[in-house]
C-alpha cells in the first residue's frame, strides 16, 4: 500500500497565529519547509523550534517544491505580500474576514476559529474549527489536509459564510473578553480577587456550549430594576474612565432589555 507523501509547506509571518499553527502542523507531520518574515529574527526564533526548515530574506525566492504557502500576516498586508509569492504556488491565508481572492493565482482559506494570544499560541488545535474555501477542489483537498493534520474541524467556509461566523466570533471573544477585563478592572480597583468571577465565567462557557446564552440572561437590566442600575452607575463614577464605562453600561443595558422585551 502506497504512503501518502507528507505535505510542505512554506510560512509568511512569525505572528501568534504562525506560532501555533507551525507548532501543530510539525507535531501533525507537516514538513515546514522555508519561513519568511519581515523581522528575520522574528523567523528565526519561529524556526529554531522545527525541524529543517529554513529562513528565506526573499518572498520570491521561495522553493516551488511544496504544497502551499501559508501567508500569516496582517489583513491588510495580504494581497501585496502575495504579489511576491512565485505564480506557481498555491497559497492560502487564515482571516476571517479577508476574501481568498486578494491572493491571486490559486488562493485558498484556512480560518481558525480560535483566539491567539501570548497564552492560548501555545494551546493545541485539536477539535478547533476550520473554516476552509479554496478556488478550486483539488487545492481544497490539500487544504482539508492541513486542517485534518492538526486535529482540527474542518467546514466549507466561503466568504459570505466567514463574514457571518466572524461577526459571531467578535461578540463571542473580543467584546465578551473586554466586558471580563472591564469587570477585572472592578475588582482589582476595589482590591478585590479576580477570581471571585470565576463559577460566573464558568456559566458563560455552558451557555456556549449548549448554544443558550439567550435562555441564561439574567439580571438587573433583564428584570428592569431601575434602582439598582442607578446605584451601579454612581459607583461607576469612581473609575479612572467612569464616563465610557457609564455610557457602556447604558448601552448593554437598553440592549439587553429590549432584546428580551422582544421576545
Not at 493534520?149 to 459571531?168: Q, T
Not at 471573544?173 to 471580563?180: E, I, K, Q, V
Request: aromatic letters at 6%; glycine letters at 8%.
Amino acid at each position: 500500500m502506497n504512503r501518502i507523501a507528507p505535505l510542505r509547506i512554506s510560512i509568511i509571518g512569525s505572528g501568534k497565529v504562525a506560532q501555533a499553527l507551525c507548532k501543530a502542523l510539525s507535531v501533525g507531520g507537516v514538513e515546514i519547509v522555508e519561513i519568511y518574515n519581515r523581522n528575520r529574527l522574528g523567523a528565526e526564533k519561529l524556526a529554531s523550534g522545527l525541524d529543517n526548515a529554513k529562513v528565506v530574506d526573499r518572498i520570491e525566492d521561495f522553493n516551488t517544491n511544496v504544497d502551499a504557502v501559508a501567508v500569516l500576516i496582517k489583513d491588510d498586508a495580504l494581497e501585496n505580500t502575495a504579489k511576491l509569492i512565485p505564480k506557481s504556488l498555491k497559497r492560502f491565508h487564515a482571516s476571517g474576514v479577508t476574501k481568498r481572492e486578494v491572493l491571486g493565482e490559486v488562493n485558498g482559506v484556512v480560518w481558525p476559529i480560535k483566539s491567539f494570544n501570548a497564552e492560548s499560541v501555545h494551546d493545541s488545535l485539536s477539535g478547533v474549527p476550520f473554516g476552509v474555501d479554496a478556488s478550486s477542489d483539488e487545492f481544497k483537498e490539500t487544504l482539508d489536509r492541513i486542517v485534518k493534520c492538526v486535529g482540527g474541524r474542518g467546514f466549507y467556509a466561503p466568504s459570505e459564510v466567514r463574514d457571518k461566523v466572524h461577526l459571531a466570533a467578535v461578540f463571542a471573544d473580543n467584546f465578551a473578553n473586554h466586558c471580563l477585563a472591564l469587570s477585572q478592572q472592578i475588582l482589582k480597583d476595589s482590591g478585590f480577587s479576580t477570581d471571585l468571577l470565576h463559577t460566573l465565567a464558568e456559566g458563560l462557557m455552558n451557555g456556549a456550549a449548549t448554544g443558550t446564552s439567550f435562555e441564561r440572561q439574567t439580571g438587573v437590566a433583564l428584570r428592569g430594576d431601575k434602582g439598582s442600575q442607578q446605584k451601579h452607575l454612581e459607583l461607576i463614577k469612581s473609575f479612572s474612565n467612569s464616563q465610557e464605562m457609564a455610557e457602556f453600561y447604558r448601552l448593554l443595558s437598553k440592549h439587553i432589555s429590549e432584546s428580551h422585551n422582544t421576545h
